[in-house]
Structures are given as C-alpha cells and as structure tokens.
C-alpha cells in the first residue's frame, strides 16, 4: 500500500526531524589540486568517485574586439572537433566512443568551453584527443562550408525568434558597442567565414596560458595531473585575451521596439548588481531571489499566480569582468503588456518600501543553500562550477565560504541590498511588441520611450 506525505513524515516517536540546511551542507567542497604547465595552463583535478566518470571542462578566455571576431568564434567552435591533421572526423569520434567519450565546444563573449565526460578509464584518451585538436586542428573545407551553412540557417530562424530579439537589443541598451554585446553574431558574418580565417583564429586566440582545465570524478588528483601533461604541446606566443570590462548599467527609460502582429510582448529590465567578490553578494543574491529568483519569490506571485499575466517570470544575475548585472524578463500577451510591466516595476519599487520579511529571507536562503548543495552533489555540476569560477579569478575557498557567508547575512543587510539594486531608477531595458495595441498603455507608464 501506498503512503502519503504525512504518513511518511511520521514514525511511531512522533514527526521525522528535517535536517536544516546549514553552512556544512552546502559547503562539502573536495580538495582540489592543482598545477601549471610550462605553457601556463592550469590543471585542476578533484576525486568525486560518484560514478566511474571524469567530468571535463576547458576554458579559454576568448574576447574579441570586433563582430567578425564573434563571427569567427562561433564557427570554429562548430568545427574545432571535426578532425586533425592526424584524425578525420570520423577517427575523432571512433577514439571517443572507444573509451565511452563525449566532448563539445561553446563560446560566448568571455570565453571558449570545451565540456565533456569519459569513463575514468579511458581520460588519458580523451585528453590526447583533445590535445590534437588543440595542436592541430585540420578546419578541412568540406566541414567548414557543411558547418557554416548550417550555422546561418540556425542564426537566422533564431534572429527571428522574438526572444532572440529582445536579447539582442536589451545587449545593445545596456552595452552599446561593447563586445560584450556580441554573444549573437549576425548570420551574414558567418556566411563569410573560411577555413584559413579558422586557422588563423585557432593560431592567435586559443592559447594555454591563462586557461583552464578542470578534471572532476572517479579519478586520483596526482595521476590525473600527470595525464594531463598530454597538453604540454599546446603553445602559443601570449596568453589568452580577457574581455574588458564593460560599461556600468545606467538607470534610464525602457526603448519600445515594434514587432508588427505580435500576439506577446517580451519585457526585458536591467540594472547593476555586485560582483561576487564585493561583500554586498549574498545579500544582493538573497534579493534577487526574493524579488524574482524563484517560484516563490513576490514577482512571480503578483504577475504569474495572482494575476496571470504571464506563464514565467524571473530576474537573474549575470556577470563578466569587475561587473554585474540583475535582469528582469518575462513575456505576455499584448493586451497585458502594460499592467505587467507596470506591476514588475510596483515589485521593485515595493521591496524597497516595504522590506522583505524574515520569512522571506529564510525560505531565499533555504533555496540558495539548497541549490548549491545540489549542484555541487554530482560530477558534472562541480566541474562547471569550479571551471566558471576558475574564469572569474575564485576557487574553491570562495565555494567553501559562501554558504556560511549566506547563513550570516541578515534581515536588513538583504533590505538594504534591495534598496539599491532594486531601485526602480537603476533599470534599463526594453519592451518588444505590436506597437500599435501597447503604445497607449506604455504611454501611460511614464517609463517608456516610444518611437
């Protein structure tokens, strides 16, 4: 017979206790080692016998000063993989799947990301793979050409998709020319990408010194370092180029883009937030997720359950170098664009007069000390956060302390974090959509600059 949760719940000695998420939970992070090759790249290695994997990541900071650079980058991660002077496309995948092996390769205006897994067994594989791929990449013209053509298809059915262009112009609100805008490229620029603009990307970008790689799982730390000097044949002239910091996020009036026949609206706010070194951090994350960080924070109670305007809503922090941002984003339908962006902005301004509770801050830190401990529970979270925070000059110490550092932050620590990163003031942003069914409302706000 089946029980219920209550039944569950219950022993004969009266109610189970439920452990509290306190720091040590959230903070159980392995030793990690660690160490630097002769061409500057960092090796990191954690045992985490989980299963008998190797998570793997490789981060390349990437940044560019251009759009033909954003370009190029996308393409060559499509085709990094695709063979060596050594292997064709098909010996790449044969030696993976060999020794059970995946890899993949992403980039972004910050950094290039190679991610995969292999049986712990087979990793000196995988990384020998890997290395040659790094050494020398063959970028053959038959698989640029089948990639690029299948890149531009993708690029423009995304660019056409409306979120798509609500992230493209929120980008350009709050970053201008700023490469870190770049992280779509335009499809008629990759459409002109060849081979030997590849290689020659290949030969100056991805470099070792000043990247990471970061080995997770079913593996011993030492042997794992020792494997990993496969890649000591990596080299470059200089290390890898750091995107510049972008502007600060200035409070300004949202633009209002017309999309002729939109049945939605995509509304997209943001304004500065604090980077994760600044003290302020938890409690600006405890905020953020009070304000609209998760399912039961007061923006998705107001204008998805009470009154359902739209079917999700969220504010996030996003980060890049010595800069932080909170973005607010949800879509509606166009008869209930204004009344929710008017009351995604009541929220805000809300939060500052009326401060969150005490209750609200603890279920805000439950969630943050829960989330983290779930992430860090498998092989495949703990490399990505490790790597991530490997790109943005932390380690684990930072990992370690930040759960008792959100234990610790108070009531009117968060209170006052929400006075100022969720001022009203401090937002930009856009608003996408049939134009001439919600100008009248937007009009009304006060808030919008219609064209």
């Known amino acids: 017979m089946s029980r219920t949760a209550q039944e569950i719940g219950r022993t004969p000695l009266g109610p189970r206790p439920v452990p509290d998420l306190v720091p040590g939970a959230a903070g159980r992070v392995p030793n990690v080692a660690r160490a630097v090759l002769d061409n500057g790249l960092t090796v990191l290695a954690v045992r985490k016998p989980r299963s008998p994997l190797v998570e793997v990541r490789l981060r390349v900071p990437f940044a560019g000063t251009s759009r033909l650079h954003a370009a190029r980058a996308e393409l060559l991660t499509a085709t990094l993989l695709l063979g060596t002077a050594r292997r ?39 990384l020998e793979v890997l290395a040659d791929c790094l050494t020398g990449a ?8 089948g990639e690029r053509a299948r890149l531009v298809e993708h690029l423009v059915i995304s660019a056409a998709q409306p979120a798509s262009v609500a992230h493209r112009l929120l980008q350009e609100r709050r970053f201008g020319e700023h490469p870190a805008a770049w992280d779509i490229p335009p499809a008629e620029l990759v459409g002109r990408v060849g081979p030997a603009a590849l290689r020659g990307l290949h030969r100056r970008a991805l470099v070792p010194d000043g990247s990471t790689l970061t080995l997770v799982g079913d593996l011993s730390p030492g042997r794992a370092l020792t494997a990993a000097g496969v890649l000591s044949g990596w080299t470059a002239d200089g290390p890898a180029r750091t995107l510049a910091p972008p502007p600060v996020i200035s409070g300004d009036r949202l633009l209002a883009v017309h999309r002729n026949g939109a049945v939605q609206s995509q509304v997209r706010l943001s304004g500065p937030a604090v980077t994760r070194t600044d003290p302020a951090y938890p409690a600006h994350q405890l905020a953020n997720l009070v304000y609209g960080g998760y399912f039961s924070s007061r923006l998705v109670e107001n204008i998805r359950e009470d009154k359902g305007f739209t079917y999700h809503a969220r504010s996030t922090l996003e980060f890049w170098p010595e800069r932080a941002a909170v973005t607010i984003s949800f879509d509606t339908n166009t008869d209930t664009t204004a009344p ?17 509770t005490e209750q609200e801050v603890e279920s805000a830190r ?24 490997a790109g943005n000059g932390l380690d684990e110490s930072w990992l370690r302390a930040h759960p008792g550092r959100l234990a610790a932050t108070t009531v009117d620590e968060v209170a006052a974090a929400a006075s100022t990163m969720l001022a009203p003031a401090a937002f930009t942003g856009v608003v996408v959509g049939d134009l001439d069914a919600i100008a009248p409302g937007l009009r009304g706000l006060g808030t919008v600059t219609l064209p």
């Open 88 to 126: 064709d496309r098909r010996q790449v995948d044969a030696d993976l799947a060999a020794v059970g092996a995946h890899l993949d390769a992403g980039v972004d205006p910050q950094r290039l990301l190679v991610s995969g897994s292999v049986l712990a067994s087979g990793l000196r594989t995988l």
């Open 138 to 145: 063959a970028y053959r013209r038959s698989d640029v050409l």
């Open 340 to 356: 929710a962006l008017l009351e995604s902005q009541y929220e805000l301004g809300r939060l500052s007069l009326r401060p969150p």
């Open 366 to 389: 439950n969630y943050a000390l829960g989330t983290l401990a779930t992430s860090l529970a498998t092989q495949s979270g703990l490399a990505s956060m490790l790597s991530m925070l």
